[in-house]
């Protein structure tokens, strides 16, 4: 595609509730990053790929938070059992280069509130 | 700690007018700086990329410096237009695990009145 696409753009979940948010990166780009930006802050690193390896996970506030991007192309960052404090935007960004080095574009972000 | 602040935090500037935003960084080892906008509901778009060796780089009416002994950068924006309200994110990569890691400030907030 033309640039990063991420869907859903807005989620609601309840409390507890598991969610799976997509990010289709710009086809043949090998950096993926996941970001998660709360408000008026910016953006905080959660995890990168380079491929579909995961090479960076330490950003990932906990271990009901999981990645993956197995063909290495479109990735999902799934939150299982969310929590209120989970409630940001989350954008992925990826890059051309193999070292996250080149310019990164980022999608237009999945706004996820918990309630 | 590998940190990057913005001042101001927000700025409110009439249409026409000039102003520069600053960034100050503590990020070791430093790969690149760059600045990003970001509008309302919108991803970063990236403005200018500066390695350790450039100290300025211009893109139409933004022109950013780095003073890399200093580790201090700015975004200077000439002519404010209505569509530069947005929020303005310097980034610092690093070097580190193999690959960059981009260590985001937490932008200044402009808004550019008529």
């Known amino acids: 595609g033309a640039g990063v696409s991420q869907s859903p753009r807005y989620k609601v979940a309840k409390r507890g509730q598991d969610v799976a948010l997509r990010c289709d990166p710009i086809?043949?780009?090998?950096?993926l990053f996941w970001y998660q930006q709360a408000l008026g802050q910016g953006p905080e690193f959660l995890t990168y790929?380079?491929?579909?390896?995961?090479?960076?996970k330490s950003g990932l506030p906990s271990d009901r938070f999981f990645a993956e991007r197995p063909e290495g192309s479109v990735s999902t960052l799934k939150i299982q059992r969310t929590q209120q404090e989970d409630s940001a935007v989350y954008l992925c960004?990826?890059?051309?280069?193999?070292?996250?080095?080149?310019?990164?574009?980022f999608g237009q972000g999945t706004r996820l509130t918990v309630v | 700690k590998n940190q990057v602040e913005q001042s101001p935090q927000s700025l409110i500037i009439l249409e026409g007018k000039n102003c520069t935003l600053q960034?100050?960084?503590?990020?070791?080892?430093?790969?690149?700086l760059r600045w990003y906008k970001q509008d309302t509901g919108r991803g970063p778009v990236s403005l200018t990329i500066?390695?350790?060796?450039?100290n300025t780089k211009s893109n139409g009416r933004y022109t950013a410096t780095l003073d890399a002994d200093t580790k201090q950068s700015s975004l200077h924006i000439t002519a404010s237009q209505l569509s530069d309200s947005a929020s303005y994110i310097c980034?610092?990569?690093?070097?580190?695990?193999?690959?960059?890691?981009?260590?985001f400030g937490a932008g200044t907030r402009l808004a550019v009145h008529p």
């Open positions: 500066m390695t350790f060796s450039e």
């Open positions: 960004a990826s890059s051309l280069g193999l070292d996250g080095d080149t310019e990164a574009f």
């Open positions: 086809s043949g780009h090998v950096s």
């Open positions: 980034v610092v990569s690093r070097f580190s695990g193999g690959y960059n890691k981009l260590i």
């Open positions: 960034c100050n960084y503590t990020v070791s080892p430093f790969s690149n």
């Open positions: 790929f380079q491929n579909e390896a995961q090479l960076d």
